[in-house]
């Protein structure tokens, strides 16, 4: 089974409109985080922004914030005023438990297009 | 810049052959985590070295090792390359601990296998 799903492979936004990514996650765990990167076209892959499982807020960084509804295990990426440069791939990821072994399990990814 | 260099940035190299890719994390992380990313497999998570030592081991096949050296760089090896294996490898580092979150990649190499 998909412990990742990002069931948008791609998406068209126009630009300054705020865009959400979808991510739903499967772990048994109680604790762990959930992560959202991005990967330009360039190839590198930029941390946006992390959800701990008991963080009771949800976490924002600048323009993103995270739409954390742990009932429905969803940790979905709010772009808020999209601009011409957010277009790319972006990857939501979890790490299970919080030992310091950890590896991150990823989703497929969406590719988000941001039109002028 | 996340502070986390690969070298090479691009090889191309035949089947059968056999390459090194080299990882230096950032300054003061000792975790270092290697990735494979190909168009059909995704993200995949090879290997974790935390300041010397093998922690965790993902879906790392047996012509691929790593190691992590004394000064906390490390290194990919991959042998008896075949075409399947052409992908961009990342190296990722974190501080490593219960409590630090996110892991900081390299620009990765591309590696193309003919």
């Known amino acids: 089974a998909q412990k990742i799903t990002q069931t948008q492979p791609g998406m068209f936004v126009q630009e300054k409109e705020a865009v959400t990514l979808d991510c739903t996650y499967d772990?048994?765990?109680?604790?762990?985080?959930l992560f959202w990167y991005k990967q330009p076209s360039s190839g590198e892959m930029i941390f946006l922004i992390y959800q701990g499982s008991y963080d009771e807020q949800n976490a924002t960084e600048g323009r993103y914030s995270l739409n954390f509804q742990k009932a429905r295990k969803s940790a979905n990426l709010v772009i808020s005023a999209s601009q011409l440069g957010d277009s790319a791939m972006y990857f939501c990821a979890m790490r299970e438990g919080m030992d310091s072994n950890y590896q991150l399990i990823w989703g497929a990814g969406t590719k988000l297009i941001i039109k002028p | 810049d996340s502070g986390v260099t690969q070298t090479p940035k691009h090889l191309i190299t035949a089947t059968g052959q056999r390459v090194t890719l080299r990882c230096s994390p950032r300054s003061g992380d000792l975790s270092v985590y290697w990735y494979q990313q190909s168009l059909d497999q995704g993200l995949q998570f090879l290997i974790q070295?935390?300041?010397?030592?093998?922690?965790a081991k993902g879906n790392i096949l047996e012509r691929f090792s790593a190691q992590q050296f004394p000064d906390l760089h490390s290194e990919l090896n991959l042998s008896s390359l075949e075409l399947g294996d052409s992908a961009l490898y990342f190296c990722?580092?974190?501080?490593?601990?219960?409590?630090?979150?996110?892991?900081?990649f390299g620009p990765g190499t591309r590696l193309t296998v003919t």
């Open positions: 772990t048994s765990d109680q604790s762990y985080g």
């Open positions: 070295y935390y300041n010397g030592e093998e922690r």
């Open positions: 990722a580092s974190s501080v490593g601990g219960r409590f630090v979150h996110e892991q900081y």
